[in-house]
């Protein structure tokens, strides 16, 4: 929880006011904005001067009698030099009654003390747990992976005992918001593809020093994109919306190169990068559901022990699926995760079949805002 004195009070201000959802204008803000327009809430983006036109121009809300949403998803763009400056209109967030939705972004352009201490707004989910996304941290997924019993890939503790193929984990070195990731199936292939991704100013020595190694999982990546509502009352707290799996480049393009073309690109062709551009929809075969609804029962029993009162809301699981159809956990998004965006206002395939409507992850959180504010519960799903 937050430690600000005027949080309570200002929740119980938020259920008699109108409330309008935020959100840091990138990520999957659109999937934010679209859900809360569906659920008839007025909208707040958050942008940074240079990459606002998306939000303040091309999805900018128009609304029939300042009522009905005829066209477009915000109403309110907020506009500076740098997404951290939202900071200096908290009062103004306060009167307006604003709810903050937290993606990657906010985490990433925010620091996780200020998130956590000075952002004295309600915050849909626990703010605590953004946290647990740096893989810097002590009880970060991976801990918490371990402590719930939940697969992953097994962690390689130096370069010197790769002994089958694995992935090396660390930032890129221009792109810090982005992977400088790359495979090898020994220590003299990482010895190699470390010098000339060094040389290319790819990585850095001091990221290659704290980089996670672990085995390589061969198989199809699912990311699955669940909710859990702390206030439901009719079945199960827990649900699984949908599915989605990502575009990355360069890794993408090399792919659809044949074998003997790939042996032919140059030394800053030859590596490919991991940076996600894109996602789509997937779904899995039936009997694998029941593998995937453990995972996420696990994650939330052992979020309830570790980071009270445990995850709220929205959380992505990222997944590979080896041959013999065993799951294993790569990652974990405590908050909206980035490939919503695919099933914004056609909904998620099984949040639809579950709701019997058009439910998108982003529809799933203003349904959840508005149930607890007609039940006086909002204290229950922000922090």
């Given at each position: 929880?937050?430690?600000?004195?005027?949080?309570?009070?200002?929740?119980?201000?938020?259920?008699?006011?109108?409330?309008?959802?935020?959100?840091?204008?990138?990520?999957?803000?659109?999937?934010?904005?679209?859900?809360?327009?569906?659920?008839?809430f007025e909208t707040v983006a958050f942008c940074q001067k240079g990459r606002e036109k998306t939000y303040a121009k091309y999805f900018r809300a128009y609304?029939?009698?300042?009522?009905?949403?005829?066209?477009?998803?915000?109403?309110?763009?907020?506009?500076?030099?740098?997404?951290?400056?939202?900071?200096?209109?908290?009062?103004?967030?306060?009167?307006e009654c604003v709810v903050l939705v937290p993606?990657?972004?906010?985490?990433?352009?925010?620091?996780?003390?200020?998130?956590?201490?000075?952002?004295?707004?309600?915050?849909?989910?626990?703010?605590?747990?953004?946290r647990i996304e740096e893989r810097t941290e002590e009880k970060n997924y991976y801990w918490l992976l371990e402590k719930a019993g939940i697969p992953t890939p097994e962690k390689i503790e130096k370069p010197e005992k790769i002994d089958s193929l694995v992935i090396v984990k660390l930032p890129h070195a221009k792109k810090r918001l982005e992977r400088g990731f790359f495979t090898a199936a020994s220590f003299e292939e990482y010895s190699e593809k470390t010098s000339i991704l060094l040389k290319n100013g790819v990585i850095t020595n001091e990221d290659l020093e704290k980089a996670r190694i672990e085995r390589y999982i061969i198989g199809p990546v699912f990311n699955l994109n669940f909710f859990y509502s702390p206030?439901?009352?009719?079945?199960?707290?827990?649900?699984?919306?949908?599915i989605d799996w990502r575009f990355e480049t360069s890794l993408d393009g090399h792919v659809r190169l044949p074998a003997n073309q790939q042996?032919?690109?140059?030394?800053?062709?030859?590596?490919?990068?991991?940076?996600?551009?894109?996602?789509?929809?997937?779904?899995?075969?039936?009997?694998?559901?029941?593998?995937?609804?453990?995972?996420?029962?696990?994650?939330?029993?052992?979020?309830?022990?570790?980071?009270?009162?445990?995850?709220?809301?929205?959380?992505?699981?990222?997944?590979?699926?080896?041959?013999?159809?065993?799951?294993?956990?790569?990652?974990?998004?405590?908050?909206?995760?980035?490939?919503?965006?695919?099933?914004?206002?056609?909904?998620?395939?099984?949040?639809?079949?579950?709701?019997?409507?058009?439910?998108s992850t982003g529809r799933r959180i203003a349904r959840e805002i508005r149930i607890a504010v007609d039940k006086g519960m909002l204290n229950k799903v922000v922090t």
């Amino acid at each position: 929880m937050a430690q600000m004195k005027d949080l309570r009070y200002l929740i119980s201000g938020y259920e008699q006011g109108k409330i309008k959802i935020g959100a840091i204008a990138s990520h999957s803000a659109l999937d934010i904005f679209d859900g809360a327009v569906e659920e008839g809430f007025e909208t707040v983006a958050f942008c940074q001067k240079g990459r606002e036109k998306t939000y303040a121009k091309y999805f900018r809300a128009y609304r029939e009698a300042y009522t009905n949403v005829v066209k477009g998803l915000v109403d309110y763009p907020y506009v500076y030099d740098r997404f951290s400056e939202m900071l200096n209109d908290i009062e103004k967030l306060q009167n307006e009654c604003v709810v903050l939705v937290p993606n990657r972004a906010l985490s990433s352009y925010i620091p996780l003390d200020i998130i956590e201490q000075e952002l004295a707004i309600p915050v849909f989910g626990n703010r605590m747990m953004l946290r647990i996304e740096e893989r810097t941290e002590e009880k970060n997924y991976y801990w918490l992976l371990e402590k719930a019993g939940i697969p992953t890939p097994e962690k390689i503790e130096k370069p010197e005992k790769i002994d089958s193929l694995v992935i090396v984990k660390l930032p890129h070195a221009k792109k810090r918001l982005e992977r400088g990731f790359f495979t090898a199936a020994s220590f003299e292939e990482y010895s190699e593809k470390t010098s000339i991704l060094l040389k290319n100013g790819v990585i850095t020595n001091e990221d290659l020093e704290k980089a996670r190694i672990e085995r390589y999982i061969i198989g199809p990546v699912f990311n699955l994109n669940f909710f859990y509502s702390p206030i439901a009352e009719d079945g199960t707290p827990l649900e699984l919306l949908g599915i989605d799996w990502r575009f990355e480049t360069s890794l993408d393009g090399h792919v659809r190169l044949p074998a003997n073309q790939q042996l032919t690109l140059n030394e800053k062709q030859k590596y490919p990068e991991y940076t996600v551009c894109g996602h789509n929809s997937a779904t899995l075969r039936e009997s694998l559901l029941e593998k995937a609804f453990e995972i996420g029962e696990r994650f939330v029993e052992v979020s309830q022990k570790y980071y009270p009162p445990g995850i709220i809301g929205p959380f992505c699981i990222q997944t590979c699926v080896d041959k013999d159809l065993n799951f294993y956990v790569y990652d974990v998004a405590p908050r909206i995760g980035g490939g919503t965006n695919v099933h914004m206002n056609l909904g998620h395939p099984y949040g639809n079949a579950l709701w019997h409507e058009r439910m998108s992850t982003g529809r799933r959180i203003a349904r959840e805002i508005r149930i607890a504010v007609d039940k006086g519960m909002l204290n229950k799903v922000v922090t």
